[in-house]
């Protein structure tokens, strides 16, 4: 197959953006497509074999298209749109593109930054959460299961759908002992969490947290807590739900009361149970997902957003759990 050249026109004042720090993303996209990318005056020359040069045309219209909308390009950006194309050529008759998610903003941050939805996982996640009474959200670290949760959460609030928020998380050791650490007992708790109440401060900011916190609207507390309560008219966040055993989980979704919406988020990758224990996730998702009303999103390394390098690292940890699993496997059908 002969070699093509392309001229595709990129205003610019979106080349700084797409182009990436010292042409960082460009180099990202020859890297995995094969081509030679040029920058003229005439526009950006794309050269390589035809198919090869048209899906770098895509690739470069989806980020140009986000480009318009008023983002800032990432790398996940770039790494996400070579993944669409790949899936699209499979797929050509259910061909997808980044600005169908792109336009879902949930709200915005303290600082005036929009959360929204960055991969189409993340997508069907969303709007499970607006469709259904009870979400499971299961995926690696950077999936942002429960930033997203949190994020639908306070816009329910804000939008008086629900009159409480009630975020919390079992308090499972990961190393340490609670009963070493320094403090009472709510001191040796809120390290557990921490990723709750940052994602709270980053979209209501300090002082809204802590007015809602006072008038009881906000409740972050360790699953124990939970224990002989009926919660109505709340958002109920359950995350790190893991590291819940069975009896735990079957105590938290039993106290779901009238006009209540509730989110499970877990990574039954980082379990931190005793050995030998279930994990009253694990078992949940077996017994429940027949359930009307109960939705439950899978999401996977394709949807990590944080830096690039995550990505990598869950793939690399699930190559080597599903080798070590099928290994062991085999060793034990030859016993």
């Known amino acids: 197959m002969g070699i093509v050249e392309q001229v595709m026109n990129i205003p610019a ?37 035809p198919d090869r040069v048209e899906e770098t045309q895509a690739v470069m219209k989806e980020l140009l298209d986000l480009s318009i909308r008023g983002n800032v390009i990432t790398e996940q950006n770039v790494n996400y749109a070579l993944a669409i194309i790949t899936e699209n050529r499979k797929h050509p008759d259910q061909a997808v593109h980044m600005t169908e998610f792109d336009k879902d903003v949930i709200c915005h941050t303290i600082q005036g930054r929009p959360i929204k939805p960055k991969t189409f996982g993340q997508k069907r996640y969303v709007d499970a959460i607006r469709n259904h009474m009870i979400v499971f959200g299961v995926g690696p670290a950077g999936t942002g299961k429960t930033y997203l949760a949190m994020a639908m959460a306070i816009k329910a609030f804000k939008n008086d759908e629900v009159s409480k928020i009630i975020l919390t998380r079992p308090a499972i050791e990961a190393g340490e002992k609670l009963g070493f650490l320094p403090g009472d007992l709510q001191s040796k708790v809120d390290p557990y969490l921490r990723p709750l109440y940052d994602a709270l401060y980053q979209i209501m900011g300090p002082d809204s947290y802590l007015k809602n916190v006072e008038k009881g609207c906000i409740e972050v507390a360790p699953l124990a807590y939970m224990r002989g309560r009926t919660l109505d008219n709340a958002y109920i966040i359950l995350d790190e739900a893991q590291n819940t055993t069975p009896a735990q989980m079957k105590m938290f979704l039993t106290r779901i009361g009238f006009g209540s919406k509730v989110i499970v988020t877990g990574d039954l990758s980082q379990k931190d149970l005793p050995d030998g224990t279930k994990s009253g996730l694990e078992q949940g998702l077996r017994i429940l997902n027949k359930i009307d009303d109960i939705a439950i999103c ?18 690399a940890y699930d190559k080597y759990e599903r080798s070590h699993n099928g290994n062991h496997n085999r060793e034990r059908n030859k016993g």
């Open 13 to 49: 004042e979106h080349e700084k953006n797409l182009f990436g720090q010292l042409d960082s993303y460009m180099k990202l996209i020859e890297r995995n497509l094969n081509v030679t990318l040029v920058l003229r005056e005439n526009g950006l020359k794309i050269i390589g074999e």
């Open 298 to 315: 899978e999401l996977t390394s394709k949807d990590v957003v944080r830096h690039p390098l995550v990505q990598k690292i869950v793939d």
